[in-house]
Each structure stands twice: as C-alpha cells, then as structure tokens.
C-alpha cells in the first residue's frame, strides 16, 4: 500500500482545511486507516483513525468535535475534514493504514510522506 497525503497549506486560527490520502492497491477498502500529526520538537501524535467499512471511528481527544476523517473506498481515499483550527493544530499530517483502528502508531504498517499544516494566529 502506498499513500500521498495532500491537501495542507496555510490558513488563519478559525479556518478550515480538507486533507486527502490517495492510496494506491487493491487491499484499500480492507484496512483501517489514521492520521498523525507531528508538530516541530514534537512526537508524533494519533489525530483520527477509521475502520475499512467506515462505521466506526476514533478521534485525539484535542480534535474531537473539530475534526472528521471519512473514507471513499471507490476513490482508495482517505480524508480529513479539519474545522475550527487553532495554531496548536500547526503539524505536519501524515495518514497511515493498519490492520484495525488503533491509536497507536506502531500497528500502522504504512506511511504516507505528510503534508504540513500551519494555522496562523
């Protein structure tokens, strides 16, 4: 499985952002998938994370009610709806696919190359 995290950029504390994982393979619609986030002089840390059918999700507690991931398994993609952003939310992203939703990041066993997200103040 391979995955391209896009979608980053710069917006203002406030605004909204959509971040895409596009994965290539036919095993897609089977695994679970995340987000990660990693801010400068920060460990990674687990955002969201959704299972292959998308009936059931898990959300970081400091994003929760924020933030929305979603799955199209017809376009092999992953999203991020990310609302009401604050400069802590300031990372770059990464997706991620597993076996099963999980918030930890060693049951991932792929990785997207991350897409960074700065929300200014």
């Known amino acids: 499985v391979q995955l391209q995290a896009s979608g980053g950029g710069l917006v203002q504390a406030g605004g909204s952002l959509r971040l895409s994982c596009a994965t290539s393979g036919r095993t897609f619609s089977s695994v679970a998938m995340g987000w990660f986030r990693q801010a400068p002089r920060k460990e990674r840390e687990f955002v969201a994370a959704?299972?292959?059918?998308?009936?059931?999700?898990a959300y970081a507690d400091s994003v929760k009610g924020r933030f929305t991931i979603s799955r199209d398994n017809a376009k092999n993609t992953v999203y991020l709806q990310m609302n009401s952003l604050k400069p802590e939310d300031t990372a770059v992203y990464y997706c991620?696919?597993?076996?099963?939703?999980?918030?930890?990041?060693?049951?991932?066993?792929?990785w997207g190359q991350g897409t960074l997200v700065t929300v200014s103040s």
């Open positions: 991620a696919a597993a076996r099963g939703v999980g918030v930890a990041a060693r049951i991932y066993d792929y």
């Open positions: 959704i299972n292959w059918s998308g009936s059931s999700t």
